[in-house]
T-cell receptor, first 112, second 113 residues
Framework: QQQVKQSPQSLIVQKGGISIINCAYE??????FPWYQQFPGKGPALLIA?????SEKKEGRFTISFNKSAKQFSLHIMDSQPGDSATYFC???????????FGKGTSLLVTP | EAGVVQSPRYKIIEKKQPVAFWCNPI?????LYWYLQNLGQGPELLIR????????DSQLPKDRFSAERLKGVDSTLKIQPAELGDSAVYLC???????????FGEGSWLTVV
C-alpha cells in the first residue's frame, strides 16, 4: 500500500521554466517530508525537507510548499536547468518511526 | 567525510545462486537501513538496524533474505537462493539516529538471469 502518492510520473520542462511535482499522504502521524533527487546510477540524495509546522521552505531554486489540512506537499524548481534532469522522490516519515515512505518518483527532463 | 559505501556495485547471477551485498555506513551513524528499489519505483524498506540490533525487519522476506550487522558498523545483506524477481537495486543508507537525515549509498545493482 503506497503511503505517499506522487504525481506526475514524468515531466518535461523547458530550460528556465518552473517544475512542479506533487505528493499526497493519508497518515496524519507523518511529521517529516523530504525530497530526494536521484541521478541514473546513483543513490537518492536529500534535496530539501520540511516539517509540518511551516507552510513553505525555500533553498535556492528549490521550494517545498506544504498544506497540512489537505495533506499535500509539492516541490517547485524555479528556473529549471538541464542539470536538474533526474528522478525526484517525495517521502514521509512518522514521528514514531525512523524509515522513510517514498513516492514512486517523477522523472524530470529539462530541455535546453 | 566518506559517504555510505556499498559493494559490489553490479552483480549478475543465475537464478538459485546466492548473492551477498556489503555496506559500510557513514562513520558514527548508528542507524543502518537496507532498501529495495525496483525499476521505476521508490525505495522500499527491507530492514533497519539500531547498532547491531535489527529493530524493523517486517518487510524482509525471511525465507530467502538475511542480513547481519556485526559489531554495529558494517552490514551484509544476503539472498539465497536468488529468484528472477529479485533483480533490483539494493540501497544501503545510514543516519545518526531517528529524526535525522538519511544518507544513501550508490546501490548494488542485481540482475538475476
Amino acid at each position: 500500500q503506497q503511503q505517499v502518492k506522487q504525481s506526475p510520473q514524468s515531466l518535461i520542462v523547458q530550460k528556465g521554466g518552473i517544475s512542479i511535482i506533487n505528493c499526497a499522504y493519508e497518515n496524519t502521524a507523518f511529521d517529516y517530508f523530504p525530497w530526494y533527487q536521484q541521478f541514473p546510477g546513483k543513490g537518492p540524495a536529500l534535496l530539501i525537507a520540511i516539517r509540518p509546522d511551516v507552510s513553505e521552505k525555500k533553498e535556492g531554486r528549490f521550494t517545498i510548499s506544504f498544506n497540512k489540512s489537505a495533506k499535500q506537499f509539492s516541490l517547485h524548481i524555479m528556473d529549471s536547468q538541464p542539470g536538474d534532469s533526474a528522478t525526484y522522490f517525495c517521502a514521509a516519515r512518522s514521528n514514531s518511526g525512523y524509515a522513510l515512505n517514498f513516492g514512486k518518483g517523477t522523472s524530470l527532463l529539462v530541455t535546453p | 567525510e566518506a559517504g555510505v559505501v556499498q559493494s559490489p556495485r553490479y552483480k549478475i547471477i543465475e537464478k538459485k545462486q546466492p548473492v551477498a551485498f556489503w555496506c559500510n555506513p557513514i562513520s558514527g551513524h548508528n542507524t543502518l537501513y537496507w532498501y529495495l528499489q525496483n525499476l521505476g519505483q521508490g525505495p522500499e524498506l527491507l530492514i533497519r538496524y539500531e547498532n547491531e540490533e535489527a529493530v524493523d525487519d517486517s518487510q524482509l522476506p525471511k525465507d530467502r533474505f538475511s542480513a547481519e550487522r556485526l559489531k554495529g558498523v558494517d552490514s551484509t545483506l544476503k539472498i539465497q537462493p536468488a529468484e528472477l524477481g529479485d533483480s533490483a537495486v539494493y540501497l544501503c543508507a545510514s543516519s545518526s539516529g531517528g529524526g535525522n537525515t538519511i544518507y544513501f549509498g550508490e546501490g548494488s545493482w542485481l540482475t538475476v538471469v
